[in-house]
């Protein structure tokens, strides 16, 4: 990874940086992920805490902490409702969401995490046509 790699959310109001090579990419497809991004998994990605820089509208994001949850939390832009980084509660690990950054993370996926959890239409999707744009 470059020294610095930014990212935003879909409005681009929140921006950020993030300062030291990624440690770790998991797909996630836990059902609290599910939830959370309205996908099959969600692309994770771990650094340090201190790595993140918020460039702009810090004060935009929000935050939603599942009670039950050891780790889950979801931070998003009140603006556009784009996921975002955000400290684990253990404050330990930075997690960055892979589809918020706005270059390439120099690091691919490791694994799928909670594979018994996947969607139950996911691994058929991974056969279906693939189009460059919307199909006609």
Do not use: N
């Not at 929000?62 to 556009?80: G, P």
């Amino acid at each position: 990874m470059s020294t610095e790699i930014k990212g935003s959310c879909l409005c681009g109001k929140v921006t950020y940086k993030v300062t030291e090579a990624f440690e770790q990419f998991h797909f996630c497809h836990c059902t609290r992920c599910q939830k959370a991004t309205g996908t099959a998994h969600a692309a994770i990605l771990f650094t340090k805490p201190e790595a993140l820089t918020w460039l702009s509208g810090e004060e935009l994001i929000k935050q939603f902490k599942l009670a039950d949850a050891q780790f889950f939390a979801k931070s998003f832009c009140s603006e556009c409702g784009s996921t975002v980084p955000k400290i684990i509660r253990d404050g330990q690990m930075l997690m960055v969401p892979a589809g918020s950054l706005d270059e390439s993370p120099e690091i691919e996926p490791q694994d799928h995490i909670f594979w018994k959890d996947r969607a139950c239409w996911y691994d058929a999707s991974l056969e279906a046509p693939r189009f460059e744009e919307y199909p006609s």
